[in-house]
C-alpha cells in the first residue's frame, strides 16, 4: 500500500529540510536536531509533576484526583540515543487523559555516553520505583502496566519479561524486539521513510558498544526462552507498514500468542515509523493513541 496522504506530506516536508540522517550525524548533533522539532502540547492534564525516581528524571501524568489509578510506566523512543521526557510530553498527555490511567515517563540513560546495559538498568529501577512508592504517585500497585515506542518498546518488553514487580500489561508500540535486523521489512523498508535500517545499524550498534550479542534477551527480547515468554502480561503491539521494524514487532506479537499471552496485532497500513508521535499532524497517531488506550484501560481497570 502507498504512504497514507498526511504520511507523505510530512516525509516531504522532512525531505525539503534537507536534515541528515541520523547515520550520518553524530549523536549530540541528532539530539538538537530531534529536540528542534520536538512538539509543545498544551493539552490539560489533571496533575503533571517531574519526580526523581531513585536518581532517575520521571515525569507523572495524572488524568484526575483519583489516588487509586492504574499505571503505564513509559519510556520514550529514539535508538537508545536521543528523545527525552520532552520530546514525548505530547504522547503521553495524551495516553493519560484517554486511558484514565496514571503515566510515568522515564528519562533514562543515553547511549555513547552511557551505553547498554544503562537504560534497561533505569528502566528496571524505576519500575520497580513506582511500586514502592504507589501511594506517593497515587497508583494501585496490582495495576502496573508498562509500554514504550520503539527503543522505549524495547525495554518495555524487556521489563515485562524480567518483572521487577508484577507487570499487568505491556503496550508496544513499534517496539525494537530483535537487533539482528533479519527480518523482510528491514529489506522492504530499507530507504525508510524517516527511519532506514542503516539508522538502526547505527543505533544498535552505539547503544550496544559491544557490550554484549545481538541474540541477548535483554536486547532482542524475541530470543527468550519460551517459558519467559508465557510468564509474560497481555499485550498490544502497534506496527507501521513502512517501518523497518514492523515484522520484528508483528512476530514477536505471535509468538507471545504462541506462548499462550493474550496479545493484540494491530497494523497501520501507510504510515511511517514515528506515526505515533506525529500524531498533531496524522490521523491515524491519534488513532493509534486512542486504541492503545483503551486496551490499557480495560487491562488496568479495577477488578
Known amino acids: 500500500m502507498a504512504l497514507h496522504p498526511q504520511a507523505a506530506s510530512l516525509v516531504a516536508l522532512m525531505q525539503s529540510r534537507g536534515g541528515k540522517g541520523f547515520a550520518e550525524s553524530d549523536p549530540i548533533e541528532a539530539r538538537i536536531a530531534r529536540a528542534a522539532t520536538d512538539y509543545v502540547s498544551n493539552e490539560h492534564v489533571h496533575e503533571i509533576r517531574d519526580m526523581d525516581a531513585a536518581g532517575v528524571p520521571v515525569r ?163 530470543c527468550a526462552d519460551p517459558a519467559v515468554l508465557a510468564s509474560c502480561p497481555p499485550a498490544i503491539v502497534i506496527t507501521a507498514e513502512h517501518d523497518p521494524l514492523r515484522d520484528e514487532g508483528e512476530e514477536y506479537g505471535r509468538a507471545l500468542i504462541a506462548a499462550g499471552v493474550h496479545t493484540s496485532i494491530v497494523r497501520y497500513f501507510g504510515m511511517i515509523h514515528g506515526f505515533v508521535g506525529m500524531a498533531p499532524w496524522v490521523d491515524d497517531g491519534k488513532h493509534a493513541i486512542v486504541h492503545a488506550s483503551e486496551a490499557l484501560r480495560i487491562a488496568l481497570a479495577p477488578q
Request: charged residues 15%; glycine residues 8%.
Open 60 to 222: 507523572l501524568y495524572r488524568p484526575s484526583a483519583d489516588r487509586n489509578l492504574g499505571l503505564l510506566v513509559y519510556f520514550h523512543g529514539g535508538g537508545w540515543v536521543i528523545g527525552s521526557i520532552k520530546s514525548h510530553d505530547a504522547t503521553c498527555r495524551s495516553i493519560a487523559n484517554a486511558s484514565g490511567c496514571a503515566v510515568l515517563s522515564v528519562d533514562y540513560r543515553l547511549a555513547p555516553e552511557n551505553p547498554f546495559p544503562a537504560g534497561l538498568e533505569d528502566s528496571l529501577k524505576t519500575t520497580a520505583w513506582a511500586a514502592i512508592h504507589a501511594d506517593a504517585l497515587g497508583i494501585d500497585v496490582t495495576r502496573i502496566a508498562v509500554g514504550g515506542d520503539s527503543a522505549g518498546g524495547n525495554l518495555a518488553a524487556v521489563v515485562a519479561q524480567l518483572q521487577p514487580v508484577p507487570i499487568a500489561f505491556q503496550v508496544l508500540i513499534y517496539p525494537v524486539t530483535d537487533c539482528r535486523m533479519s527480518t523482510a521489512s528491514y529489506v522492504e523498508n530499507s530507504e525508510g521513510p524517516f527511519l532506514r535500517a542503516v539508522d538502526m545499524d547505527a543505533f544498535i550498534n552505539i547503544y550496544l558498544d559491544g557490550k554484549t550479542s545481538t541474540s541477548d534477551p535483554r536486547v532482542s527480547p524475541i
